[in-house]
């Protein structure tokens, strides 16, 4: 098994430029979701799914928009970039009450 | 408020040199506290569940302990591979989604 693999790895857009980061599991995970990670802020929740075509507002959804359109694939897209949207983006998923399992992390910089 | 905040920010320590690292917490309905390694350029990596006080699991050289208000990571006679962020999390809501602490930062020094 793969486990939670993120695409692309690295990514540099320019203010105002869209994009879509994608995250597939293989592990049949109902639950899955996207953090970004910025120095000495945490892991902060952006969005997150519950299931096959749902989607829910974290804590910082703004500017942000995702799709569940299959179980295994959970899409962040951003349609126009700005510089406070550098960071690191992980995905995650899970299973009922068990642990989060994480992605490698895609490293977004918007210039 | 659910809060949580890891200390201290960053661990030096010697190889074998013991110490514990520690989350403390407030929330309102508790769904799991769980422990993350985060090595640099990388995903965090699950360690540990606690679901209720006086729990504690052990792997290898780490092992975890929960009270009402806060948890640790102890660490025993740690070693140079030890060295990474460790994060804290709170599993809470409805949808038992986590709230991270900002991590510590252990390095292990040989």
């Known amino acids: 098994n793969a486990g939670v693999t993120q695409t692309p790895k690295f990514r540099v857009l320019k203010t105002g430029q869209s994009m879509t980061l994608l995250c597939a599991q293989d592990?049949?995970?109902?639950?899955m979701y996207w953090y970004r990670q910025d120095p000495g802020m945490g892991l902060r929740l952006i969005h997150y799914s519950v299931g096959e075509g749902t989607t829910a507002k974290g804590e910082v959804p703004d500017g942000y928009n995702v799709s569940r359109l299959k179980k295994q694939n959970f899409l962040l897209g951003l349609e126009s970039a700005a510089p406070s949207q550098t960071s690191v983006y992980f995905c995650a998923s899970r299973e009922s009450d068990n642990e989060q399992f994480f992605g490698p992390g895609t490293r977004l910089t918007v210039l | 408020e659910d809060q949580v905040t890891q200390s201290p920010e960053a661990l030096r320590l010697q190889e074998g040199e013991s110490s514990s690292l520690n989350c403390s917490y407030t929330v309102s309905g508790l769904r799991g506290l769980f422990w993350y390694r985060q090595d640099p350029g990388k995903g965090p990596e699950f360690l540990f569940t606690?679901?209720?006080a006086g729990e504690e699991k052990e792997k290898e050289r780490l092992k975890a302990t929960l009270t009402k208000k806060e948890s640790f990571l102890h660490i025993t006679a740690p070693k140079p591979e030890d060295s990474a962020t460790y994060l804290c999390a709170l599993g809470r809501g409805s949808q038992g989604n986590l709230i991270f602490g900002k991590g510590t930062k252990l390095s292990v020094k040989p």
């Open positions: 592990m049949n995970h109902e639950y």
């Open positions: 606690l679901y209720s």
